[in-house]
């Protein structure tokens, strides 16, 4: 059986992968900064290895000879402005740091999994062609995520076995702080407003299958973006309203009225020097309408378009096995 190093396997998408790797029976290495917490987190069948992102190559003695594939899902999703430097640290230094890793132990594939937001705003449908918008972005966490892949890329043409994957929206089990905050709030009635946005939400588990098989489908230096039904932000949340059994929400908050608060809420901040209710960042993404297809992956990778009534309710089963709702 194939040998994978995965980093970022205690997230809500690598412990998707985690799962899926176990059922298929690989042999699993995953960088963690806290052994304990990992193993509470993902259980056994992997093989811990202690240590940092931007020092990874310091772990090359904790790994085997014949790493299959590395699969980088770690990432700073920070959408606050004051984390910048942190997160193009992680997102771009920690990329070439596991490229490097890649390159010194030999490995047969490099799987970085990147995101949609590296295209930026489009009014057509985002394909695998369309211009990168995010190169020189605002948004620290589109940016960065842009020239990481940047960096990928410039590694294929040294030879790097790599793939890129491009996940839109993801929403389902192992959700602890993404998706799952808005649908707590939903349920606790202290939802500030309705998003104006719309996009492609992917299913966890969908997304960490075609991760996986990337490792034999992907082609190298190629993108794949993993979609799923479109809908507004508003759609979304009135299934999770439904599946909860509390009130539709009511009409979408005006893009300008929600730019507008988060950019006085960041002047309070700048005194007080705590993170804001709603960042200009997240003002951004919440505001955001982007159409992507996933039609590449689903035709070479095998990548499953889960509806989005399935992945909200296995997203709020989580929830409410952690007692969180």
């Known amino acids: 059986?194939?040998?994978?190093?995965?980093?970022?396997?205690?997230?809500?998408?690598?412990?998707?992968?985690?799962?899926?790797?176990?059922?298929?029976?690989?042999?699993?290495?995953?960088?963690?900064?806290?052994?304990?917490?990992?193993?509470?987190?993902?259980?056994?069948?992997?093989?811990?290895?202690?240590?940092?992102?931007?020092h990874v190559t310091g772990c090359k003695n904790q790994l085997p000879d014949g790493i299959n594939c590395i699969f980088h899902v770690a990432a700073d999703t920070s959408t606050w402005k004051k984390e910048a430097d942190q997160q193009a640290a992680i997102n771009i230094g920690g990329t070439e740091s596991m490229l490097q890793l890649c390159q010194e132990l030999k490995a047969?594939?490099?799987?970085?999994?990147?995101?949609?937001?590296?295209?930026?705003?489009h009014k057509d449908t985002v394909t695998e062609t369309s211009e990168y918008r995010a190169l020189y972005s605002w948004v620290s966490y589109a940016r960065t995520k842009a020239i990481a892949e940047r960096r990928v890329l410039d590694a294929v043409s040294r030879g790097i076995n790599a793939v890129i994957l491009n996940p839109t929206h993801i929403v389902g089990r192992y959700d602890d702080h993404n998706w799952s905050r808005m649908i707590q709030m939903l349920n606790?009635?202290?939802?500030?407003?309705?998003?104006?946005?719309?996009?492609?939400?992917?299913?966890?588990?969908?997304?960490?299958?075609?991760?996986?098989?990337?490792?034999?489908?992907?082609?190298?230096?190629?993108?794949?973006?993993?979609?799923?039904p479109y809908a507004t932000m508003r759609e979304f949340l009135s299934l999770a309203a439904a599946e909860l059994a509390k009130p539709a929400p009511g009409k979408p908050t005006p893009a300008f009225v929600l730019k507008a608060v988060s950019r006085v809420l960041s002047v309070g901040s700048a005194i007080t020097g705590k993170r804001p209710m709603i960042t200009p960042e997240e003002a951004y993404f919440a505001c955001e309408t982007v159409a992507a297809s996933g039609e590449k992956a689903v035709r070479e990778l095998g990548y499953r378009e889960v509806p989005l009534e399935q992945s909200v309710k296995e997203s709020i089963t989580y929830l409410r096995e952690q007692k969180r709702l």
């Not at 980093?7 to 699993?28: C, N, P, Q, S």
């Open 1 to 54: 059986m194939p040998t994978a190093f995965i980093t970022g396997a205690t997230g809500f998408l690598g412990r998707h992968i985690i799962d899926v790797l176990r059922e298929a029976g690989w042999t699993i290495y995953a960088l963690v900064r806290n052994e304990d917490r990992a193993r509470k987190l993902i259980g056994d069948g992997v093989t811990f290895v202690q240590g940092d992102l931007l």
């Open 108 to 121: 047969d594939r490099f799987v970085h999994v990147s995101s949609t937001s590296v295209y930026g705003i």
């Open 188 to 228: 606790e009635g202290t939802l500030p407003g309705v998003p104006p946005g719309a996009g492609n939400f992917a299913n966890g588990r969908s997304v960490a299958e075609a991760v996986v098989a990337a490792y034999e489908k992907g082609q190298t230096g190629e993108n794949y973006i993993l979609g799923g």
